[in-house]
């Protein structure tokens, strides 16, 4: 019997107030919007989906560390400050054998420079920046149409 495809959604720090501050950058949604809307993406298509946010370097690890062992096929994750800064994360993702693609809701490239660069995008097979939280969501039609169940 086969089992059921399982994708991970990380959220990195700060992200649980989308939504509250700074709409003009991130938009209105909140994170319970976004994960609300990627569940009913992911049951739709036959996957089952763990969404997860920290504030926390380790607990996000962590989290990548589970990801490995437990048969999820891919990861799709906003490490948000951590994106310019994380070697650790980095070294997490490149342990991990399966499909990761990197979102940020706002483009980083329009910022100030110093969210040029990804420490993350070393190892994203997809990189999705500036498209609001659709980001999520098409980096999850990404993941449902070209992984194999
Ligand atoms: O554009 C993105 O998704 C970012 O990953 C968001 C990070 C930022 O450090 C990255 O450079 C780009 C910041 C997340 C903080 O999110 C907030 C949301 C609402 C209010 C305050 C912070």
Redesign the pocket.
Known sequence: MPTTPRVLVLH????N??????PE??GAATLDDVNSLLLEKAVSAGWEIDCLQSNHEGVLIDAIHAARLDGTLAIII????Y??TSVAILDALNAFDGRVIE????N?HK?ESF?HHSYISLRADGVI?GLGIQGYLAALEAIIRTDKK
């Open positions: 990195g720090p700060n992200l107030l989308l939504g509250a501050r700074q950058i991130y906003n490490p948000a400050a994106t310019h979102v940020h809701i706002s980083v910022r969210r920046a």
